[in-house]
């Protein structure tokens, strides 16, 4: 997902989709997944040279990827969206008080609570931590490592840190992260839902579609497994005073004066998958160096004064 803060950093996306090329070279990489520049200017019906400013400008939007060709043809470039939506917010700043934030990105194997059951595993960007299917490899001093991991069913818990000056109050909470289901093998119709927990409250539950691996993650290394995991979707959850939404829809009613938060307390975020979920289709988190997003989880809390 692409998520635009204002409309006024919308504007190169709104030009880079205001061309009924770029809509058709758009439409084309989703059917084909990815094509390099020679077969997706033939299927354009134009020339390299009027494809490459095309590709430029929804690159330069964020709606594109170029990558090396993974066969090693020469210096062939291939192309591939790389968001499954765009969300616009065009009132984030209308009807929020004066705030301060701070960010933190939080690497997926930096988690400091877990049960989860098979399939389950992590790796780090060069190997496997351990064997694949045992949960006891989940407290390796090496999973700190890790860059992405995955489980059939249970939890992880992750601690972020609070930096809430004295006398201030959170006003909103937002985590962006990677993350699909959990199939044997890969398999994206393999629905998911996913619950999120702050402190142990309940903020929603989100459901995943699948389990993707019809083509190499962007980042994901190149000795990974072919019929693995691959790549994710980057989901944004947002918990403010009006709710909890996920990709901007509502998905609870929990909101930020409900969780009360000093500068004294843990604040504790668990990504959960078990009963009494209808599918329970487990979870793959996607850190930097694996996926399609190249990201850990990022925070941003912004707060405003407590009176």
């Not at 004066?257 to 793959?284: A, H, K, Y």
Request: glycine fraction near 8%; charge should be negative; charged fraction near 20%.
């Amino acid at each position: 997902m692409l998520y635009i803060k204002s409309l006024e950093q919308a504007v190169p996306v709104f030009k880079a989709l205001g061309s009924d090329i770029r809509i058709r070279l758009i439409q084309t990489l989703l059917e084909h997944q990815e094509m390099n520049m020679n077969e997706l200017a033939s299927s354009l019906g134009i020339t390299n040279g009027a494809l490459t400013s095309h590709v430029k400008k929804l690159e330069e939007a964020g709606i594109l990827a170029i990558l090396p060709e993974h066969s090693g043809h020469g210096n062939q470039k291939v192309c591939r969206i790389n968001v499954d939506k765009i969300l616009v917010d065009i009132a984030s700043n209308n009807d929020s008080p004066a705030e301060d934030s701070y960010s933190i990105d939080i690497p997926i194997g930096n988690y400091f609570n877990y049960s989860v059951y098979p399939t389950c595993g992590l790796s780090t960007t060069d190997n496997l931590i351990g064997e694949v299917d045992d949960p006891r490899y989940f407290a390796h001093p090496s999973h700190v490592d890790a860059k992405i991991l995955w489980f059939g069913r249970g939890f992880i818990d992750y601690r972020i840190p609070n930096m809430l000056p004295p006398g201030q109050k959170i006003d909103r909470l937002t985590l962006s992260f990677e993350i699909s289901s959990e199939a044997p093998g890969v398999n994206s119709d393999w629905p998911s839902d996913i619950s999120f927990f702050l402190n142990n409250t309940k903020v929603g539950t989100w459901t995943s579609p699948g389990d993707f691996g019809d083509v190499h993650g962007m980042f994901t290394p190149d000795w990974w497994f072919p019929n693995w995991n691959q790549y994710g979707l980057l989901k944004m959850l947002v918990i403010d005073r009006h709710g909890t939404f996920i990709d901007g829809l509502k998905i609870s009613d929990v909101n930020t004066q409900q969780l009360t938060f000093t500068s004294q307390d843990d604040m504790v975020f668990r990504f959960q998958v078990d009963e009494p979920s209808q599918n329970i289709g487990g979870l793959t988190l996607f850190g930097k160096d694996f996926g399609n997003y190249n990201q850990d989880i990022n925070v941003k809390v912004h707060y405003t004064p407590n009176v």
